[in-house]
C-alpha cells in the first residue's frame, strides 16, 4: 500500500527529528524477522525508551541532508528501520543506548538483523564504528568504573596507613 504525500511528510519530519535531537541514531537492516520476534524486539527497545521504525531508504537519506549530519552517509541497502533515543528533558541521555540495545537483538536473532551505521554525535558512523558504540557499557556502569578507579588508590593509602598506626600500636 503506498502511503499519501501526508504520510510521507510526517515520516520525514520524524526521522529528522530522530537525527537532529537525539545524541546518536542506528540504522538497522532486517530481513526474515518473523513478527514475533520483530513485536518481542521493538517491545525490548521501548522497555529501554529507544524508539524504533521502519522507513523507506529515499525517506532516510532525504532526512539526513536536510539533518546537516557530518561525514560520508553509510550504504543502506535492503530494508531499513531505524532505532533512537529521544531527547530526555532532564538532559539524561545515553547515547550509546540505541546501539547497545539493538546489537543486544543482533545476537539474539542472528543474521534476520544488522547495524548498517548510523549516526553518533553529529557525525556518521559505519557499521563497524556504531558496532563498536553497541559495546561501550551504559553510563551509570561507566560512572561506577570512574568511582572505583577513583577509588583504588584512596583505599590503598588507607589501607597502608592502617597498617603503620598497627605497627606502631604493637
Do not use: C, W
Amino acid at each position: 500500500m503506498a502511503k499519501t504525500k501526508e504520510q510521507k511528510k510526517a515520516i520525514l519530519e520524524r526521522l529528522e527529528d530522530a537525527v537532529k535531537t537525539s545524541a546518536s541514531t542506528v540504522f538497522v537492516h532486517f530481513n526474515g524477522l518473523p513478527v514475533g520476534e520483530e513485536t518481542n524486539m521493538r517491545g525490548g527497545l521501548r522497555d529501554e525508551g529507544v524508539s524504533y521504525f521502519v522507513a523507506r531508504k529515499t525517506l532516510v537519506a532525504r532526512a539526513l541532508e536536510s539533518a546537516g549530519v557530518e561525514g560520508e552517509q553509510p550504504i543502506l541497502e535492503g530494508e531499513i528501520a531505524v532505532a533512537y533515543l529521544p531527547a530526555q528533558a532532564d538532559g539524561s541521555d545515553d547515547p550509546t543506548a540505541p546501539a547497545r540495545n539493538v546489537y543486544s537483538f543482533v545476537k539474539k536473532y542472528g543474521d534476520k538483523l544488522s547495524i548498517v551505521g548510523g549516526v553518533f554525535e553529529g557525525r556518521f558512523m559505519d557499521a563497524a564504528e556504531m558496532n563498536e558504540v553497541a559495546t561501550i557499557p551504559p553510563v551509570n556502569t561507566l560512572r561506577g568504573m570512574f568511582a572505583n578507579v577513583v577509588n583504588s588508590p584512596i583505599q590503598g593509602l588507607v589501607v597502608a596507613l592502617n597498617g603503620i598506626a598497627e605497627k606502631k600500636e604493637a
